[in-house]
């Protein structure tokens, strides 16, 4: 699955038939659902209106001998009540994923792209919550081709992927730490997922070959094979604490309620420390960029979060040229 996301990457036109399609749904669901949440508005006044003649009647008192029965007909029309409420929430999440825009395909690609950059360079835990960001479910069917032709153990099967591509392409675009995109993601509003669609034939595994076959949307050769044992990477990957400073200017903008004395408490960290994180987004979108890109150690130890915090204090132009001066001290002091 992993494997096939990352081929995706090379094969637009197998993106852009599925976003296409995808689009065309969204587009043919609207109507239906227009005229469903509209049906709700009309059932849930009806209801609204036979609650207050309930009340009525109980408070003037017309009919003491009908009071029970009239106490048993709210209780039911409140269950109605809140059965339609759900309902017309349910719908107007629905209608509201309908109306949420189109991903262009070249950004998905672009998404995708990162991703099959990225992931090898993470742990498996840290894999497992960045595929989870985006992967909402995955479906396995029997497939429908024709198999009288397949060889002893193979078996056909159709997979449908269930992605939700605008948490993809916003997590691989802001290059946001792990922990802090499943935050986000698990709070996020829910969006239609995109469907993918492939068929695959799996074999059995041997040492040679590679045991899934990718049949459609386009051929490709999948799955685990016997691989040399890679040496262990000099150092892990380490990322710029302008990483956290935006990821947590973005809770801070989005959820309601959360303030910077709540964010340190829950980080560990003390008030001033998620302050001075803070001020690294005042420095230039050149020089952000920049320290974003950053994954070896002492590259983020050369542009440290204190020299950078400092920097951040003067306008954009003085920042560049205090950057450029700073990069000529270090170099001539290596």
């Known amino acids: 699955m992993i494997g096939?996301?990352?081929?995706?990457?090379?094969?637009?036109d197998a993106l852009a038939a599925t976003t296409a399609h995808a689009k065309s749904l969204r587009q043919t669901d609207r109507a239906p659902l227009r005229a469903r949440l509209t049906t709700l508005e009309g059932e849930l006044a009806r209801i609204a209106e036979q609650l207050r003649n309930c009340a009525r009647a109980l408070i003037l008192g017309q009919a003491t001998a009908l009071d029970d029965v009239l106490r048993?007909?709210?209780?039911?029309?409140?269950?109605?009540?809140?059965?339609?409420?759900v309902e017309r929430e349910q719908v107007r999440i629905e209608l509201a994923?309908?109306?949420?825009?189109?991903?262009?395909?070249?950004?998905?690609?672009q998404a995708l792209q990162k991703f099959s950059e990225l992931l090898p360079n993470l742990s498996p835990n840290e894999q497992r919550d960045l595929v989870m960001l985006f992967l909402d479910r995955v479906e396995v069917r029997p497939s429908t081709r024709p198999s009288s032709k397949l060889a002893a153990g193979v078996r056909l099967l159709e997979l449908r992927l269930k992605l939700h591509?605008?948490?993809?392409?916003?997590?691989m675009a802001e290059r946001l730490v792990i922990e802090?995109?499943?935050?986000?993601?698990?709070?996020?509003?829910?969006?239609?997922?995109?469907?993918?669609?492939?068929?695959?034939?799996?074999?059995?595994?041997?040492?040679?070959?590679?045991?899934?076959?990718?049949?459609a949307p386009f051929p490709?050769?999948?799955?685990?094979?016997?691989?040399v044992t890679a040496p262990e990477p000099e150092s892990p990957p380490m990322l710029h604490p302008i990483h956290r400073a935006r990821a947590w200017r973005r809770r801070l903008?989005?959820?309601?309620?959360?303030?910077?004395?709540?964010?340190?408490?829950?980080?560990?960290?003390?008030?001033?420390?998620?302050?001075?994180?803070?001020?690294?987004?005042?420095l230039a979108d050149d020089i952000q960029a920049k320290l974003l890109d950053l994954t070896k150690g002492e590259d983020v130890r050369r542009y440290g979060l204190n020299q950078m915090k400092a920097l951040a204090e003067l306008p954009h132009g003085e920042q560049r040229k205090r950057l450029v001066e700073i990069e000529r001290e270090q170099s001539t002091n290596a």
């Open 72 to 85: 048993e007909q709210a209780e039911a029309l409140n269950a109605d009540k809140q059965r339609l409420l």
């Open 253 to 282: 903008d989005s959820e309601r309620g959360l303030n910077q004395l709540k964010l340190a408490a829950e980080e560990g960290l003390s008030p001033g420390s998620i302050t001075h994180h803070l001020k690294l987004l005042q």
């Open 4 to 12: 096939f996301l990352g081929a995706c990457s090379q094969h637009p």
């Open 220 to 227: 490709c050769e999948l799955g685990i094979t016997r691989r």
């Open 180 to 215: 802090e995109r499943v935050q986000r993601a698990d709070s996020a509003a829910p969006t239609r997922p995109l469907v993918l669609t492939l068929d695959v034939s799996l074999a059995p595994s041997s040492g040679t070959t590679k045991p899934v076959t990718l049949l």
């Open 165 to 171: 591509v605008h948490r993809l392409v916003e997590g």
């Open 97 to 109: 994923t309908c109306e949420d825009g189109d991903v262009a395909t070249a950004r998905v690609s």
